[in-house]
Every structure is written in structure tokens, then in C-alpha cells.
């Protein structure tokens, strides 16, 4: 026997966007696992913020690298550190910012853990994406009828964009911060200008411009996100 | 001076994926409104069970149509009933499954208010979608890293199946009850039916199956959907 392992979604950014659940794991649980850098840092600030307690805190360093071989290592060290504590007959929960499935580290420590620890009893805690957050803060419909959706992660190329355009109503572009610039040009180029809106921060103050070409040069913030809307009008 | 219209995502089914600010607000407001047919009226459902408190129902009706003509008389009549209250300085929350923003008739029922009555001041409230609770109720990721997602409303037809296939990793069909023999059909002869999950009530006590053949000719609930995963492995 062991402790249970939550995957526990925190929500945008707003502590209030919190689901119910996620809070009530968060006061029983008697360690609290997130990673030192980028969305999971974020969630520890937000924890905070929502549960009024002192828990444990787990913090595995995650490097902010495409290194497969960096990455394979540092995950696999996390899972370890958290089936010590399993072990021990704890409760962890895996915090992240968002929702545990939707581009969150802790499907690669899942995985790790159940591999290796088949016996782990593992609960996923869905929580509200960043994409239907800024949708919300910008009061438009992300999508309606018989609208379809494509979610694409620009960091990695977006060399398909004009074929995305003409098959999906609605496009939204992840992990815009670290190559913004070349992404704007991007859209640019495929004339899709117009139809973009930049937002960062969905989940508090949000903040939002039209104007890509403003926006380059400047520090972009990690959460960031780029809407392509009304695509097949 | 008016009321204030909230659209509020009670999330995918279970009253604790409701969000904190979503239960807050349905706390406080004076009527609460919930189309009496499909999603939103599973929604009443589930604030029913989160709430513990007495409020004033507007039920408008929505018929089950594709019909365009239908569809508008009724939005802009649900519109109109609860212009009448905000009118009346009542705070009034729109209440849907999963997110107001994603695939809900709160979509047009604010278009028409906003362009009615521009002085109606209107805030959305997201919540947990079907489509990342249902990746949780079968402990999967969605999607990680660089891969990329496709959310497409199947009943609207797939014909460029094996285009998402390829462009994507993770493909989620929505709105698969009206006709899930022809969609498996459709799925078997892209050759996809090995990537394909079936999930149904992903909010509560989830029901999955991987085998479309054996669900054939059977009912299929209206909220569920199928996950094809894994596509570009």
C-alpha cells in the first residue's frame, strides 16, 4: 500500500477558478509537488493563494529545455521523489497550472510512476484551460454550432498555418513567448492578421491587443496565447 | 442601469468540477437561467446539486434542431426574457455544462443582448470542458509537449478525417449521439478504429470503451464524444 498520487488542475490563474474539488484535494493532501519553473511554479503561487494551510512542498527542478535526453532525466527524478513520499503512506498532490492533460508535465511523471509503481492509485483532477479562460475574458465564443477548434503549440513551427485557416473555424496558438516575432511575421504572411488577438494573462487581469505588430520586441509573458477567430466566415 | 448577465460553465458534470467563482456567483444572483433542453438543461441539474439555495428559474425553450430559422426565434426570445429581468436591476447567471464559451447556446443569446442593449454590462465564467475531463477520467494526457489538437463537432460531418489524422496528434469528435453508427463507420474505414476511445458522462462516473463496433446501434448518451489519440506516433 501507498499514498494516493493526484494530477490536480489549478485553473488559469485566478485562485477562484479553482474547481471545488481541486480545493478540497489541496486542504487533505499532505504533500504538494510542483516543479520550480514555468506553469507549475505558477500553480504553487496559486495554491497558495486558494488554501488557507501549511502543507509540504516537493519542488523537483524541471530545466525549461527541449532536450529530450535533459528532460527524460528530470522527470524521471520527480517521480522518483514522489513515490518516496507515497511510500511513506502520503497523499501528493501534482499541481499545475491549467489542466493536468492539456500540456502539463505531469502526464510525463505519470507515466514515469506508472511504469514503474503500477501499484500507485492515480486520480486526474481537470481543471480550466487557459483557452477557454481567455475566450472568456474577451467575451467571445472560442466555438459554437458546428464550429471546429485546432490547438497547436507555435514553438514548434507552424508551417501548416494556411491549411489550419481554411479547415478550422477557430485556431489557437500555444507557447507563443518564446518565438513571437517570427510567429507575428508567420501570421502575417499568411494574411491572417486581422483575425489574430494576442492575450496574456486570461486567468487575472488579462490583458489583450489586436495589434501583433506592436507587441514585437517586447517580453512576452510565458503564458501567453494567440487567438485566430472567424477563419472560415 | 441593469442587472448584470453572467455565462457560467458549471463544468462537465460532477458539482465539485464546478468552479469556486461559478458556485459564488450562483450564490448571489436573482434568477438563474437554463434552457430547458440538452446541455443547458443538464446544467440545472448539477447547480441544483451544488447550491443549496432557493432561486428564481427562467427555463426558455430551445428546440433540438438544426434549423436555422427555429434556432434564432428562440435565441433572440431567450434574450428577450431575460432582458426583462436585468431590466428589473436582477442579476441573472446563463448556466451551461461544461464552458460557456465551448460549443454553448450562450454564445448567441449574448450576441443578441450585447447588440440589443449594449448598456448590459455581461461577465463569462469558465469551466472545466468535457474534453479534458474526459482525458482525465481515462488518466491520459490530452495532449503534451509539441503535440498538437483538433476539436471537431463529428454530427456536422467528417469528411477531411484522415487530413486531421495526419496534421494531428489528439482528435476529439463532439456531438457523436445523433449519428455515432455512421461516425464509427467513418472512423473504421480511415483506419483509426485501433486510436479510438468512446467516453460518455466523463463528469461523474465515466463510461469508456474502446470497441465503436460493439456500441453500434445502441443509444448513445447526447454529451458523449470519442477521443482518437496517438496519431502521429
Known amino acids: 500500500?501507498?499514498?494516493?498520487?493526484?494530477?490536480?488542475?489549478v485553473g488559469p490563474g485566478d485562485p477562484e477558478l479553482m474547481t471545488?474539488?481541486?480545493?478540497?484535494?489541496?486542504?487533505?493532501?499532505d504533500v504538494v509537488c510542483a516543479p520550480?519553473?514555468?506553469r507549475e511554479g505558477r500553480a504553487l503561487e496559486i495554491v497558495?493563494?486558494?488554501?488557507?494551510?501549511?502543507?509540504?512542498?516537493?519542488?523537483?527542478?524541471?530545466?525549461?529545455?527541449?532536450?529530450?535526453?535533459?528532460?527524460?532525466?528530470?522527470?524521471?527524478?520527480?517521480a522518483e521523489a514522489i513515490y518516496r513520499e507515497l511510500k511513506k503512506d502520503k497523499d501528493v498532490a501534482f499541481v499545475t497550472i491549467g489542466d493536468p492533460t492539456f500540456y502539463s508535465t505531469f502526464a510525463y511523471v505519470m507515466e514515469r510512476i506508472k511504469a514503474a509503481h503500477p501499484e500507485v492509485e492515480i486520480e486526474v483532477v481537470p481543471g480550466v484551460t487557459s483557452v477557454t479562460a481567455c475566450a472568456a475574458?474577451?467575451?467571445?465564443?472560442?466555438?459554437?454550432?458546428?464550429e471546429s477548434l485546432a490547438v497547436v503549440p507555435a514553438a514548434y513551427g507552424i508551417d501548416?498555418?494556411?491549411?489550419?485557416?481554411?479547415?478550422?473555424?477557430?485556431?489557437?496558438?500555444?507557447?507563443?513567448?518564446?518565438?513571437?516575432?517570427?510567429?507575428?511575421?508567420?501570421?502575417?504572411?499568411?494574411?491572417l492578421s486581422g483575425r489574430a488577438v494576442f492575450v496574456a494573462r486570461c486567468g487575472s487581469e488579462a490583458f489583450f491587443s489586436s495589434d501583433l505588430e506592436s507587441l514585437k520586441g517586447r517580453e512576452v509573458d510565458y503564458l501567453?496565447?494567440?487567438?485566430?477567430r472567424g477563419l472560415r466566415r
Open 160 to 191: 501548416n498555418l494556411e491549411l489550419l485557416a481554411q479547415n478550422f473555424d477557430t485556431v489557437v496558438l500555444m507557447k507563443v513567448s518564446r518565438s513571437f516575432d517570427a510567429i507575428a511575421e508567420r501570421i502575417e504572411r499568411a494574411g
Open 48 to 78: 497558495k493563494k486558494a488554501v488557507d494551510r501549511d502543507f509540504n512542498v516537493l519542488r523537483p527542478h524541471f530545466p525549461m529545455t527541449k532536450k529530450r535526453e535533459v528532460l527524460e532525466k528530470a522527470w524521471g527524478e520527480a
Open 20 to 29: 471545488i474539488k481541486a480545493r478540497r484535494v489541496l486542504e487533505s493532501v
Open 36 to 38: 520550480d519553473s514555468g
Open 1 to 9: 500500500m501507498t499514498g494516493k498520487l493526484y494530477g490536480v488542475g
Open 137 to 146: 475574458s474577451l467575451g467571445i465564443p472560442l466555438v459554437s454550432g458546428g
Open 224 to 228: 501567453s496565447m494567440i487567438l485566430l
